[in-house]
Antibody
Framework: EVQLEESGGGLVQPGGSLRLSCATS????????MSWVRQAPGKGLEWVSV???????YYADSVKGRFTISRDNSENTLYLQMRSLRAEDTAVYYC???????????????WGQGTLVTVSS | DIQMTQSPSSLSASVGDTVTVTCRAS??????LNWYQQKPGKAPKVLIF???TLQSGVPSRFSGSGSGTDFTLTISGLLPEDFATYYC?????????FGHGTKVEI
């Protein structure tokens, strides 16, 4: 069974840092593309970042230069290092697994339950 | 960036109704369009990917169509569990972008 579980959220002051983790089971994180998607309170979904099996990474303009996506293949865990946090980064952060390698369409196949990050003084 | 415009932003419907949600991309995205359902306090769930492919386990009352810039999600015969918010998302090019959502209410 595929499972994704985020952790590491919490309250942080503006300008601070936080590292989110997404522990997975039932598949190998390096075998597919893995993403972070966030949702501000009462708002819609916003894609944040993706890391492909090849290691290529992409970011939304709103987080580029401040957030870093990575993975630990031995731990089968996805990370999101967040720096220089702003109030507008306040959101529930979801990790999401991509579709199968043979599928040309890219989509978010499985999601974790999310972890809340609150940036406030 | 590719902008995704969903309409309507909300709609009222009854059990048994057929509902249509539309999504328009600001430029052509071929068939790289996905649909998600989200219920309050829960993570989104993929319904359809590649514009029209039903994700495994998703009931056949959900269907998707379209290509290029215009896409449609149709729910045929609404059930109580279908009242939720629906999002489209393009995966044609990064940054991947979502529509603002359509809330389907009773």
């Amino acid at each position: 069974e595929v499972q994704l579980e985020e952790s590491g959220g919490g309250l942080v002051q503006p300008g601070g840092s936080l590292r989110l983790s997404c522990a997975t089971s039932g598949f190998t994180v390096s075998s597919t593309y893995m993403s972070w998607v966030r949702q501000a309170p009462g708002k819609g979904l916003e894609w944040v970042s993706v890391i492909y099996g090849s290691g290529f990474m992409y970011y939304a303009d709103s987080v580029k230069g401040r957030f870093t996506i990575s993975r630990d293949n031995s731990e089968n865990t996805l990370y999101l290092q967040m720096r220089s946090l702003r109030a507008e980064d306040t959101a529930v952060y979801y990790c999401a697994r991509g579709g199968p390698e043979w599928q040309p369409s890219e989509y978010f196949r499985d999601w974790g339950q999310g972890t809340l990050v609150t940036v406030s003084s | 960036d590719i902008q995704m415009t969903q309409s309507p932003s909300s709609l009222s419907a009854s059990v048994g109704d057929t509902v249509t949600v539309t999504c328009r991309a600001s430029q052509t995205i071929s068939r790289d369009l996905n649909w998600y359902q989200q219920k309050p306090g829960k993570a989104p769930k993929v319904l359809i990917f590649g514009a029209s492919t039903l994700q495994s386990g998703v009931p056949s009352r959900f269907s998707g169509s379209g290509s290029g810039t215009d896409f449609t999600l149709t729910i045929s015969g609404l059930l109580p569990e279908d009242f939720a918010t629906y999002y489209c998302q393009q995966s044609y090019s990064t940054p991947w972008t979502f529509g603002h959502g359509t809330k389907v209410e009773i």
